[in-house]
């Protein structure tokens, strides 16, 4: 069987999802959603569908995989949203149709993606600019203490989404022409392996970036993201743990040098962190205490409190607990729910894995889990099978800043880590997640295209 | 670079492990502990979803509904108010749950096993509260309740609360338990009315019978009387002399304004309720008698009743550290309800009135209990009072002696005044001296009735007045409450 015929029968299964999920939130809360929003279940079917169709005449020999398993992830967040709030369901799947067209204007206009390599100084210093966007003047906002979201008059986009993909392009590249380099001409003292100090400046660069990013976006979640698959790649490139393991010091030493003389946005997310139960874990005044602030310990806790009626098996789709009932609904509540009068705090962003983990029980959250563990199979997959260094780098920072991103989110939800605002790839609601995954997704299936496509010499892959 | 690939993903694979591992924590291995967080509104709040069950009195009088409050809410309200405010409790979101709102909530709530929730998932049908008739008598707990204000606005010197006990003594069930001051749980839902019942120096939100213990004065003496006759040590006809002025672990004890008695036997003894004489029974039998006898009564533990453990105060002696003590006390003294720094006998009403409750049904103590019956929303008995023996105290032959000593009191002694419409009464008086400069007494009455049939056993006290005794002001209200239940 051809590989798109294989994506085709590997779509029945997300048919049925979203078939199966939007008949269950329906048949539970009819008395409050309208049947008109069961079509955009139908809506999404089609987009994947075309996305199908467009993947057999553009890119035959791609992996028939990663496109269904994206599209589950998808199926998946789009009926928990639905289950959330019937509106957000319809935008989220109006945004599929916004990232379908960001999805294929990547695979029509970068066919040939090794000519990424020639910009990609331009890449990297434009993705730089993108993360400082959100502290500025005027387009900037901070969401939580972390600036994470540039406006557009009702328009918010987060640029950091946009932004990993273009950090990875650039450390796919640089590194693929510096790793002789690193790995040959390194002297080795007192055991360690030292590489030449001139090659250090640009990796310096890209630590010193993170520890930008963490003071003045105070985003540790993006930080340690960005961070992390750029070790990952230092470590493909280059087969040194030492590297990574000097890097991973740096990166802890800048964080706790940061986090206990910065601004106390990362302190605190820390001892929220270590503190889940105190009383009052990131020591706020008398005053403050009484202004109804807890510097986000309430979210996490709730979080957790969610997370604990879900058991093995989930209270099932629509029947936790999320919106106050009655009497418990608070007077002000102007945005609405789920933005407030929710007794889980963003349940349809931050924490929709504590509601996907309530309604759905732990094996519910480990298929989920199980989804992006896949995709991590088939991205690294195709990374192997590559046929030159960029397209291996390429596929392996991109694979590995997404599973990172959904361990990071999952991880500061489940207190694995402390708590960090990115959002669950595919799954949470939000535009910019959406688009820029789905160029994600374009890139690595481009990669994989080119890998398994068959050659000159006849070596069908 | 492809072997570097490889063990990047086992890297990856690695720390979704521990995702799965920690959800696991959150969602299964952790989630009872999660659920009991006190910043956890779950449970109340999906409680309050629940129509919750009706409590009614053995009398049919409602106590206790659920009304919607919109949104899918109900709300708890009392139609009795401040009747039943003590013991039944309250349960609200705000301020929680307390009484028998609490110790019957899996009942109230309809918890069920998790088959049966599964069933009913399955079903579709929603889960609703039991309903639930309580032994409490309304007729008989509204003349307690009055009974008790009444003692207290007209006795000389009468200051803070009072309680009363009755008990069916074949059945453990509690008939009345009253307390006062008492308030109306209506009220606690608003904060401020919450805050001030909480700080009021009246208590009115403690339950009195069962939370609250004192010096129990000379009821205690029916202890000892079981103790002494049971152990076979004593017979009603052995003599002592009991002067005043007779020395208890060295130090001179009084009789009662300082009266001599001579050598008198032990119906004697208990009729005029002679110190001198029951602390030398209590030095005779020892502390090691003593104690087995009132761990038989119950006490050193909380009463086995259907009630929040926090919510209840095991009796005995207490030394000065606030503990129960098993020896080194001075068991003359316990033996009269008193005690000293190493053990100051504290009893709470509850347990004194288990104590006649075990006289009066031949010797057999039965687990007192709240629960008349319960059932479920389709009408169907879920749950029904099954008498239940707690201990065997004494014999029977020791049941029938101490019956016939406190008919003694009831007809020539210190409750002579008293009389019920139930029939021939059994009782003891007490009167605990708190000040004796100031003549502050603390006094009691326990006592059953008919005394050859015994239908009710009681237990009536104030806490505090200026120079009044046990058969004068704690009797008649138990023998109000025994009327009343007479004619139930």
Known sequence: MSARNRELFALIPVALLVTAGFAAVFAEGSDVITDASLIYGGYFLAICVATHIFLRVALPHADAYLFPLCAALAAIGLVVLYRIDETLAVEQATVFLLGLGAFAATIVFLRDYHALERYRYLIAVGSLALLMAPRLPGIGSQVNGAYLAVDFGPLSFQPAEIAKIGVVIFLASYLNEKRELFSVAARRIAGLTIPPLKHFGPLLVVWGAAMVMLVFIRDLGSSLMFFGAFLALLYVATNRLSYVLAGLAMFLVGATFFASSGPGHVQDRIDIWTNTFDENPCDLTERQLDAGQDCGVGQIRQSLYTQAEGGLFGEGLGQSLLKLPGPFFPDSCEEGFPFCGSILPEPHTDFIFAVIVAELGLFGACGLIALYALIGLRGFKTAVMARDGFSKLLATGLTAIFCLQAFVIIGGVTKVIPLTGVTMPFVSYGGSSIVANMILLALLLLVSDNARRPTGEGAAL | ?488
């Open chain 2, 1 to 488: 670079m492809n072997k570097q690939i490889v063990r990047l993903y086992g890297f990856v694979l690695l720390l979704f492990v521990f995702l799965v591992a920690f959800t696991s924590r959150w969602a299964v291995l952790e989630a009872d502990e999660l659920e009991d967080e006190t910043d956890n509104r779950r449970p109340l709040i999906e409680e309050q979803r629940i129509e919750r069950g009706t409590i009614t009195s053995a009398d049919g009088t409602l106590i206790a509904e659920s009304e919607r409050a919109g949104g899918g809410v109900f709300v708890r309200t009392y139609p009795t108010g401040a009747l039943f405010g003590n013991p039944v409790g309250y349960s609200f979101v705000d301020v929680g749950r307390i009484g028998i709102e609490s110790s019957e909530n899996d009942l109230l709530s309809g918890e069920q096993n998790e088959f049966a929730s599964i069933i009913d998932q399955l079903s579709g049908s929603t889960r609703e509260g039991a309903d639930i008739t309580l032994t409490l008598d309304a007729g008989a707990q509204r003349v307690a309740v009055d009974a008790l204000q009444s003692a207290l606005s007209s006795t000389p010197g009468a200051e803070g609360g009072g309680s009363v006990v009755a008990l069916e003594p074949d059945t453990g069930a509690v008939k009345v338990m009253a307390s006062v001051p008492g308030y109306d749980p209506n009220a606690v839902q608003d904060e401020a009315t919450f805050q001030q019942l909480r700080t009021d120096e009246a208590a009115p939100l403690l339950n009195r019978p069962t939370q609250s213990t004192y010096q129990p004065g000379s009821t205690m003496k029916v202890v000892t009387a079981v103790a002494a006759l049971d152990s076979g040590e004593f017979t009603p006809d052995t003599t002592l002399e009991a002067n005043s002025g007779v020395e208890i672990s060295g130090v001179p004890l009084a009789n009662s304004g300082g009266q001599d008695f001579g050598t008198i036997d032990m119906t004697t003894a208990l009729t005029n309720s002679v110190n001198t004489y029951w602390a030398q029974v209590g030095e005779e039998l020892g502390t090691d008698t003593m104690v087995e006898y009132m761990e038989r009564f119950g006490f050193y533990a909380d009463p086995e009743l259907d009630y929040p453990d926090n919510q209840m105060r095991a009796s005995g002696p207490y030394n000065s550290d606030g503990r129960l003590v098993t020896e080194g006390f001075d068991v003359g003294r316990v033996a009269i309800g008193q005690g000293g720094e190493e053990g100051q006998l504290l009893s709470a009403p509850m347990q004194m009135a288990e104590v006649a409750a075990a006289v009066a049904n031949g010797g057999k103590l039965m687990k007192p209990t709240f629960l008349q019956e319960a059932s479920d929303p389709d009408g169907r008995q879920i749950a029904e009072l099954d008498p239940d023996e707690q201990s065997e105290v004494m014999s029977d032959e020791t049941s029938a002696q101490v019956t016939e000593l406190m008919v003694g009191v009831a007809n020539d002694g210190t409750a002579s005044g008293l009389s019920t419409s139930l029939g021939q009464l059994a009782g003891k008086t007490g009167t605990a001296e708190i000040n004796v400069e100031e003549g502050l007494n603390r006094p009691w009455f326990i006592g059953f009735a008919p005394a050859e049939d015994p239908q009710i056993a009681v237990a009536a006290m104030l806490e505090q007045c200026t120079g009044c005794f046990g058969g004068e002001v704690a009797g008649p209200v138990a023998m109000q409450v025994m009327d009343a239940l007479a004619g139930s």
